[in-house]
């Protein structure tokens, strides 16, 4: 694709500013996945025109700053839809339906369901609440109905006639909380979304109620949710993003035996790799032939030469 474009790929790790300033102040477009784009590496950039993400946030890319700068901010909005929603849903499955548990009482050769699960309730019929009904909310809520789920949605940037016509009854927030039997957040981590889930917010929750978290680590407060599980207060958790990744070794939430973890690992399938590496490709090769790409964040003005 590149080739297409008469561009040259040049692969290098850049995890800290340093680094980016270094190698890549001279590119024409950056393609990123985790590296701290700040308004500081935007400002060093003096060719780029395109900066593609490999994947669906931004959080790391000071938008604002490439915006002014003349530089397309892309993603890949459709990125892992199936596999994030399908990764949800199979957490509320393994915490719902204590799989862990019972797999590990198997092995040391217990055979006392109820012993070891504990209390157990029917899906069918519970309440799942989704904040933020994007395109991999909007799937779950799709395949949890198909269980026999209630879904109730809250999500700042849609009328409730919208997600009523999506077929979610529309609720605030603070209700959504207070009556779901599942929440399963689906936010962008930015600086209003950080921590939405802090200490009050997580004992305002539904006691006994389940968390599911495949967006952004920050979402949540990892210590007050630790609190809240160990307290019994929550039933248990399924999580597969965390503020810092991987876990710290005395993140309590490791120990935690009500929670499910897993390593960011929603995204992945094979299909969604090749596809959103497609993608993020067509983002810069558009750009440099001079076109809008398929997939922008931003709108620039056009850059001047420098």
């Known amino acids: 694709m590149l080739a297409e474009v008469s561009a040259e790929l040049v692969d290098r790790p850049c995890s800290t500013e340093e680094e980016l300033l270094a190698h890549a102040a001279g590119a024409d477009a950056l393609l990123t996945l985790d590296e ?5 590496v935007v400002a ?21 700053a490439a915006t002014a700068a003349g530089i397309y901010v892309t993603n890949v909005p459709d990125y892992c839809i199936d596999e994030a929603s399908d990764h949800a ?18 092995r040391r050769g217990e055979w006392d369901t109820p ?30 109905r198909a269980l026999g789920l209630e879904v109730q949605a809250h999500d700042p940037y849609l009328e409730d006639a919208e997600l009523a016509g999506r077929g979610v009854k529309p609720v605030a927030l603070d209700e959504l909380l207070r009556t779901s039997d599942v929440v399963s957040l689906h936010m962008p981590l930015t600086p209003g979304t950080r921590h939405l889930l802090d200490g009050e917010r997580l004992r305002a929750m539904k006691p006994g109620a389940v968390l599911l978290n495949v967006s952004r680590g920050a979402l949540v407060d990892e210590e007050a ?3 809240a599980l160990e307290e ?14 991987p876990p710290a070794a005395g993140n309590p939430l490791l120990t935690l035996p009500n929670v499910v973890l897993t390593s960011h690992a929603a995204f992945y399938s094979v ?20 076109e809008p790409p398929p997939y922008p964040v931003n709108r620039p003005r056009a850059r001047t030469a420098r």
């Open 36 to 40: 701290p784009i700040t308004a500081r």
């Open 44 to 64: 060093g950039l003096t060719r780029c025109r395109v900066i593609s993400r490999f994947g669906i946030g931004v959080d790391k890319v000071d938008v604002e």
């Open 271 to 290: 299909e969604a790799l090749a596809d959103m590496r497609r993608k993020a490709f067509l983002n810069v090769t558009q750009v440099l032939r001079g």
């Open 89 to 106: 849903l199979a957490l509320l499955l393994a915490v719902a339906r204590r799989l862990l548990p019972l797999d590990r009482a198997v």
């Open 115 to 144: 012993g070891v699960a504990g209390p157990v309730h029917r899906l069918a019929g519970r309440v799942l609440g989704i904040v933020g009904l994007g395109r991999i909310g909007g799937r779950l809520a799709e395949k949890a």
């Open 225 to 227: 949710l630790a609190e």
């Open 232 to 245: 019994g207060r929550l039933a248990g958790a399924g999580i597969d993003v965390f503020e810092r990744e």
